[in-house]
């Protein structure tokens, strides 16, 4: 039993598949991906990347044109798809696909999800700690009932070893230690309590330059890979159990960010 899973913030589905992102999905051998950053409407969507590596796809678009946006692809039939969160003002910006694969016995739900970055000025940060307030007792009804795995760009880089430099950033969004202690509550339950598991962090708990999945387009981020660790598999701790091989690809670029891919050994 085997089951891929890869999350990938796009930056724009039209400029990754410029990238190659096409091509390369195409030879990943996904069992699901999701996406994030889509900045496209249905209709930019419709025709040309509504199936992906021979995966239809499910949408959950932003209502500002060229914004935000997440997707998920998938080789098996969901039995069901739940899109947006049920909060107006983050439904109006794309940010949950949900595809459920129930069977008698099991309830199991793969997720896309986009988290707001808070860079861009207070406004914006203090949209996404409204956001995180929104989220973490979202999770905790949604684990009462069902197995899962979110993956997305969270926009948090939990520990200094998830980030270059994390000295220079703690009062950065991002690194701040209001997000750091969100994540710690997310996680620490984990513990004997029924949390959820950062899937790679459970499989590479010690890497510290090799883990990032982000860099700034400024200066030589990139090429000195000055990054973050900004994308993460979030999974119930049962499915967390079945992860055995995590990959973060970089021998192309397809946007700011690189595919997180996680194997499990488990199948939908």
């Given amino acids: 039993m085997a089951f891929r899973l890869v999350t990938l913030n796009l930056n724009g589905i039209r400029s990754a598949a410029n990238k190659g992102f096409l091509e390369w ?7 699901c991906m999701g996406v994030q950053e889509v900045k496209a409407q249905h209709e930019d969507v419709a025709g040309r990347f509504d199936t992906v590596a021979g995966m239809p796809g499910h949408f959950h678009y932003a209502e500002k044109k060229g914004y935000s946006g997440v997707g998920l692809y998938t080789r098996h039939e969901p039995s069901d798809v739940k899109v947006g969160l049920g909060d107006a003002e983050f439904d109006a910006e794309g940010r949950w696909v949900e595809l459920r694969f129930d069977k008698p016995g099991r309830k199991l739900s793969i997720i896309s999800c986009y988290f707001p970055s808070g860079s861009s000025g207070e406004e914006r940060q203090q949209a996404k700690f409204r956001f995180l307030d929104i989220m973490a007792p979202h999770l905790a009804r949604l684990k009462k009932t069902r197995e899962f795995i979110l993956v997305g760009d969270v926009n948090i880089a939990h520990q200094e070893a998830d980030l270059k430099n994390w000295k220079g950033n703690q009062k950065n969004s991002g690194f701040l230690p209001e997000e750091r202690a969100w994540m710690t509550a997310l996680l620490g ?18 890497t510290t330059d090799a883990c990032y999945t982000w860099w700034s387009n400024r200066g030589q981020a990139y090429a000195k890979n000055v990054g973050w660790r900004l994308d993460y598999h979030l999974a119930t701790p049962a499915l967390a159990e079945h992860a055995h091989t995590a990959a973060i690809y970089k021998d192309q670029k397809f946007s700011d960010h690189a595919p997180l891919t996680i194997d499990y050994g488990f199948s939908l």
Avoid: I, S, T
């Avoid at 999905?25 to 069992?31: S, V």
């Avoid at 984990?190 to 010690?206: E, I, S």
């Fill in 189 to 206: 339950a984990a513990k004997g309590q029924g949390g959820l598991v950062d899937v790679y962090r459970r499989l590479h708990p010690d």
């Fill in 25 to 31: 999905a195409a030879q990943a051998n996904a069992d």
